[in-house]
T-cell receptor, first 111, second 115 residues
Framework: GENVEQHPSTLSVQEGDSAVIKCTYSDSASNYFPWYKQELGKRPQLIIDIRSNVGEKKDQRIAVTLNKTAKHFSLHITETQPEDSAVYFCAASPGTYKYIFGTGTRLKVLA | DTGVSQDPRHKITKRGQNVTFRCDPISEHNRLYWYRQTLGQGPEFLTYFQNEAQLEKSRLLSDRFSAERPKGSFSTLEIQRTEQGDSAMYLC?????????????FGQGTRLTVV
């Protein structure tokens, strides 16, 4: 069935270092891959997304890469700041316009 | 329009009682989704609507759960005969989709506690 695996579940980095979160999806029909950030007690908010016809997308300190052959996609955050601390969720849309979410990565940026 | 709103924000109910939650999506959005989120997990898909039509319902969803979107605007999610395992955050999201997937905007959720 439709499944998205996300690793690691927790990640601690020093301020200024980079953070990488990886996801794997199961449904080869998936064609849209959003990443959401959820701060404690708040709603998930989109930070970046990528479509299957693109291999990489950047937005300032955030980038996402997609390997369709391997069914992998990754979030890269450079020059991390304390305000980047949150839970990050990847998701995949298996062509039916619903989003299947990963289990989340709790990122802690240590000052 | 300040985004997706959900009501109530918190609900405590006794086991066996029925509860109903409301979601008001962003006004021009044609898609509406319900998700459930438990502590330490990602949002779990429950169901979604295209306008007033319910297009898919998760196989994991018990018959005690029902959702409606009668006029293609707001939606309600009802849980009958609540169980302690129903305790979770219930998130609503909406999006505007024609040919391609686009961003789903989430509400702040309704936190349900079944005691």
């Amino acid at each position: 069935g439709e499944n998205v695996e996300q690793h690691p579940s927790t990640l601690s980095v020093q301020e200024g270092d980079s953070a990488v979160i990886k996801c794997t999806y199961s449904d080869s029909a998936s064609n849209y891959f959003p990443w959401y950030k959820q701060e404690l007690g708040k709603r998930p908010q989109l930070i970046i997304d990528i479509r299957s016809n693109v291999g990489e997308k950047k937005d300032q300190r955030i980038a996402v890469t997609l390997n369709k052959t391997a069914k992998h996609f990754s979030l890269h955050i450079t020059e991390t700041q304390p305000e980047d601390s949150a839970v990050y969720f990847c998701a995949a849309s298996p062509g039916t316009y619903k989003y299947i979410f990963g289990t989340g990565t709790r990122l802690k940026v240590l000052a | 329009d300040t985004g997706v709103s959900q009501d109530p924000r918190h609900k405590i109910t006794k086991r066996g009682q029925n509860v109903t939650f409301r979601c008001d999506p962003i006004s021009e959005h044609n898609r509406l989704y319900w998700y459930r989120q438990t502590l330490g997990q990602g949002p779990e898909f429950l169901t979604y609507f295209q306008n007033e039509a319910q297009l898919e319902k998760s196989r994991l969803l018990s018959d005690r759960f029902s959702a409606e979107r009668p006029k293609g605007s707001f939606s309600t999610l009802e849980i009958q005969r609540t169980e302690q395992g129903d305790s979770a955050m219930y998130l609503c999201a909406s999006s505007l989709i024609w040919e391609f997937d686009t961003e789903a905007f989430f509400g702040q959720g309704t936190r349900l506690t079944v005691v």
